[in-house]
Each structure stands twice: as C-alpha cells, then as structure tokens.
C-alpha cells in the first residue's frame, strides 16, 4: 500500500515527491535551497548531476510507502530506468521558510 503524495505532511516534501513524479526538474530545484547538499549511500554527490541522472534523465517515480519524522523521513519504492525499482529510505532537512537543504538517501 502507497501514500498519495497528496496526503504526504511536510509541504517541501510533497512537492520534492510531486515534482519528481511529474517529471518537473525546474520544480525540483526550486524546492531546494541554492546551497543544498545530498548523500546516496552515505556518499556525498553534487545535487544538480545527481538529481540529473539518478531521476530526471532516467524517468524516476516515488511511491511513498511509509513516512515519519513529521513527514521528513520516507520510504519509498523508487524506480528509474537505469537501476530498475528498489526499496529506499529518504531523509529531508527542511528550513523554517519551507525549503529542502539536505536529503539522503539509500536503499532501506
């Protein structure tokens, strides 16, 4: 059983997880803050490439399975058309004013 992305609590959240699923990188960007860091794995990567390649240029799509932390932790079934679908965790720090400043994420 999913979550409606509707339905996801933290409104920065929702929209990463819209945005990502509507295919919209500009929106994805937007969410985020100019200085935003994310780990995969553990591992450090520069957000715009990673973002890029792990969901933009490879169709990737979040099915939200699970969240907590107020809305900020999720796990997702994730799948893009490089690594198939897979099960993952997802982590969002999100500032006062509604922005994304740091996300990891890894498999669950």
């Known amino acids: 059983m999913t979550i409606k992305t509707g339905k996801l609590t933290d409104p920065a959240v929702r929209a990463f997880v819209n945005a990502v699923n509507d295919g919209d990188q500009e929106a994805c960007l937007s969410i985020l803050t100019p200085d935003a860091t994310m780990a995969d794995d553990g591992s450090d990567r520069d957000v ?4 890029d390649r792990e ?3 490879s169709r990737g799509h ?6 907590s932390n107020r809305g900020q932790d999720l796990v997702v ?3 893009n058309d490089t690594w198939g679908e897979m099960r993952t965790r997802w ?4 500032t006062g ?3 994304i ?3 990891e994420t890894g498999q669950a």
């Open 91 to 94: 982590h969002f720090d999100v």
């Open 101 to 103: 400043a740091r996300f």
């Open 55 to 57: 969901i933009f240029s």
């Open 48 to 51: 715009a490439q990673w973002i």
């Open 77 to 79: 079934n994730y799948r």
């Open 62 to 67: 979040m099915d939200v399975v699970n969240e």
């Open 97 to 99: 004013d509604g922005h």
